[in-house]
């Protein structure tokens, strides 16, 4: 079936790397996706990787792939206080646009 | 980027009346639209996927005559909560794509509350 997990909660220090995981089951996904949710807000995409890709950065943002494990990693460098948010991590198992979500990751960042 | 405007972003309303979400894609066509419900501290559960101008396709557990969706134009996909009850408070969020293609564009959520 399908199934995203991700863990619950994180915390850093400002200034700190975040790393943020998630694992899937569906290894059919061409996309999976990371996305970002403010406290009372809707999701903010913040970056995406293709399958076939192993690793993808974007400024501060890194994103592994290890397909044969099916792990996803989000590493946010130089973590800031406003990088505080719920990080979501979604495959598309079968296309057409419908993504599965993992649980979400609280992250912390403390000054 | 595209934008997706959802309103109400909070509604509250009595126990057994029906409330109306809307979701509008600003300055693109949206040939499919879905819509996400969230629980607290939960991830987005997907409702449904909408279809401009065909039925909206229904996951399984939800009931499509108390959430009637309705997508009548490309810029315009509504959610009806029927004869709201308190176990329906929840965030919904939609979100539309162009194609099926890779990016979704969410809107920022309702809040319903039903007391």
């Known amino acids: 079936g399908e199934d995203v997990e991700q863990s619950l909660f994180l915390s850093v220090r400002e200034g700190d790397s975040s790393v943020i995981n998630c694992t899937y089951t569906?290894?059919?996904?061409?996309?999976l996706y990371w996305y970002k949710q403010e406290p009372g807000a809707g999701l903010q995409l913040l970056t995406y990787?293709?399958?076939?890709?192993d690793m993808k950065q974007d400024q501060r943002l890194t994103v592994l792939l290890n397909k044969k494990d099916k792990h996803l990693s989000l590493r946010i460098a130089d973590t800031q206080t406003g990088d505080s948010a719920i990080y979501f991590c979604?495959?598309?198992?079968?296309?057409?646009?419908?993504?599965?979500f993992g649980q979400g990751t609280e992250l912390s960042v403390k000054p | 980027g595209a934008v997706v405007s959802q309103h109400p972003s909070r509604v509250i309303c009595k126990s057994g009346t029906s409330v109306k979400i809307e979701c509008r894609s600003l300055?693109?066509?949206?040939?499919?639209m879905f819509w996400y419900r969230q629980f607290p501290k939960k991830s987005l559960m997907l409702m449904a996927t909408?279809?401009?101008?065909?039925?909206?396709?229904?996951e399984q557990g939800v009931e499509k005559d108390k959430f009637l969706i309705n997508h009548a134009s490309l810029t315009l996909s509504t959610l009806t909560v029927t004869s709201a009850h308190p176990e329906d408070s929840s965030f919904y969020i939609c979100?539309?794509?162009?194609?099926?293609?890779?990016?979704?564009?969410f809107g920022s959520g309702t809040q319903l509350s039903v007391l």
């Open positions: 979100s539309a794509t162009v194609t099926t293609n890779e990016k979704l564009f």
């Open positions: 909408s279809n401009e101008g065909s039925k909206a396709t229904y």
């Open positions: 300055d693109f066509q949206a040939t499919t």
């Open positions: 569906d290894s059919s996904s061409t996309y």
């Open positions: 990787i293709f399958s076939n890709m």
């Open positions: 979604a495959e598309t198992p079968n296309q057409g646009g419908k993504l599965i």
